[in-house]
């Protein structure tokens, strides 16, 4: 498709999505005009998923059983425009995007070697995780990458890096911007460029499942691990954590454990400050207590079963 002069295309990776795939693309055509220029990238849905790009007037590619970095990746293959916008199938482009997209065109196309986009946000916020945590992902002030959920790159800079490391089975989008960094492209997140994700766990209990998941291929490696701020704090957390229960059961004393948890509030709290900032107070809270959560999942990733979590169930 072609939007302020500018061939774009949109890569969507699915597997099973006929739930979502239909608002995403009534979306897209509802906005751009049509969804020519849309690229499925199937990973070989049961469903009527392939069909249901079609019907839009998108284009189709099925490759079963590979990553979802190898599918954004054949995808990519089909295009010859000079953006690629990737965006996940349940994740819905706000009716204020076309407008903001203008401006990241008129920036990718001044500095091909740019990656921007947006943290998606959260579509229902009635839930306890969406609201403390999700919800605010837009307010990171921490932005080291972008989410391949919604990210936008020029060809030039997808094809100066090859693309996702289609090994990855998560955490592609992190290594991709780091490859980009190196390369000496530069990130530009931009927050005004709103979209939607159906797809954020709505429990406490999915939130660590997804992240568990999320942080896998950081125990991969030595190399990986060792690059890994998240994974060196989560691991730290945990062997401080068993040591005082060592420490308390040995010498028959609650201290250990009180220091423990002195130093765990602190932690999570610094660390909270640095992703959200403090105010309004009573998110912050809510947001402290699911970071202690994340690390204690991200903690014990390395043991996380092979299968990506259902989130959306």
């Known amino acids: 498709m072609i939007i302020n002069g500018t061939a774009v295309s949109i890569i969507i990776p699915a597997l099973n999505e006929a739930k ?105 916020t009635n839930n306890f995780v969406n609201r403390y945590w999700y919800g605010r992902l837009n307010n990171e002030t921490n932005h080291n ?28 989008d992190y290594d991709f911007c780091q490859r980009a960094l190196q390369a000496g492209a530069v990130l530009q997140p931009y927050p005004d460029l709103i979209a939607w994700h159906e797809g954020y766990p709505s429990t406490i209990k999915g939130f660590m499942q997804r992240e568990m998941w999320h942080g896998r291929n950081e125990y991969a490696t030595w190399a990986l691990f060792s690059a890994s701020k998240v994974a060196i704090i989560s691991i730290s957390h945990l062997t401080f954590f068993l040591f005082a229960l060592i420490a308390m059961l040995s010498y028959s004393t609650i201290w250990p454990l009180i220091g423990y948890t002195f130093c765990t509030i602190l932690l999570c709290s610094a660390l909270t400050a640095k992703k959200f900032n403090v105010k309004p107070f009573k998110l912050f809270l809510g947001s402290t207590l699911l970071y202690y959560c994340y690390l204690i999942a991200r903690g014990f990733a390395w043991r996380f079963r092979a299968f990506r979590p259902a989130a959306r169930t």
């Open 20 to 124: 979502h795939l239909p608002k995403t693309l009534g979306l897209i055509k509802q906005l751009l005009g049509s969804c020519d220029g849309v690229i499925v990238a199937d990973n070989g849905s049961t469903d009527n998923t392939v069909q249901i790009a079609l019907e839009f007037g998108a284009q189709a590619t099925i490759h079963a059983g590979v990553t979802i970095a190898e599918l954004r990746n054949q995808g990519a293959k089909l295009s010859s425009a000079a953006l690629l916008v990737f965006i996940d199938a349940d994740v819905h482009l706000d009716h204020s995007w076309p407008t903001h997209f203008a401006e990241t065109i008129t920036t990718l196309t001044a500095n091909p070697m740019t990656i921007s986009g947006s943290r998606c946000r959260a579509a229902d």
């Open 145 to 172: 990458y972008i989410n391949s959920g919604h990210l936008i790159v020029t060809k030039y800079l997808f094809d100066k890096i090859n693309g996702f490391n289609a090994r990855l089975q998560t955490g592609e």
